[in-house]
């Protein structure tokens, strides 16, 4: 029994790094990400992107790197607001790496503000015991 039980916490240990990728936490990163952008705040969206992050935003150049990523979601928030992410599907790539599948709303600040929706697929990665955005890929629905 005393070995089962050993067996069991074993493996049951193994496994924690991969429940870190769960649908409910990998949204709750998404909704810091949406926190942070709604608010203006370009360097605590960088934040949550490896150093070596790269977005390929529709309709332009693919950018690498935090600095171009906060230059990036900087122009946005000067644009966009209101922006919610939905995770959809979370895919386990091993214990140090997720894919997400989600969808976008946003919408545009002036006087007629209409909402921009569509989705994305980003890679998330582990870094120390942080997960971070490695890359990000989105499109719109129109």
Request: charged share 20%; proline share 4%.
């Amino acid at each position: 029994m005393r070995i089962l039980t050993l067996v069991t916490a074993i493996c049951l240990s193994g496994s924690a790094p991969a429940m870190a990728q769960d649908k409910a936490t990998i949204q709750s990163l998404s909704d810091k990400f949406a926190q942070a952008f709604n608010a203006g705040d370009a360097a605590g969206v960088a934040t949550l992107y490896t150093d070596e992050a790269v977005i390929l935003p529709p309709g332009a150049e693919m950018m690498k790197g935090r600095t171009a990523i906060q230059a990036f979601w900087k122009g946005a928030a000067e644009q966009l607001g209101n922006g919610k992410l939905t995770t959809v599907e979370v895919k386990s790539l091993g214990p140090e790496a997720a894919q997400e599948i989600g969808t976008f709303s946003f919408r545009t600040k002036g006087s007629q503000p209409q909402e921009i929706s569509g989705k994305y697929v980003v890679i998330w990665e582990k870094v120390g015991s942080d997960w971070k955005l490695a890359t990000d890929i989105w499109n719109t629905n129109k």
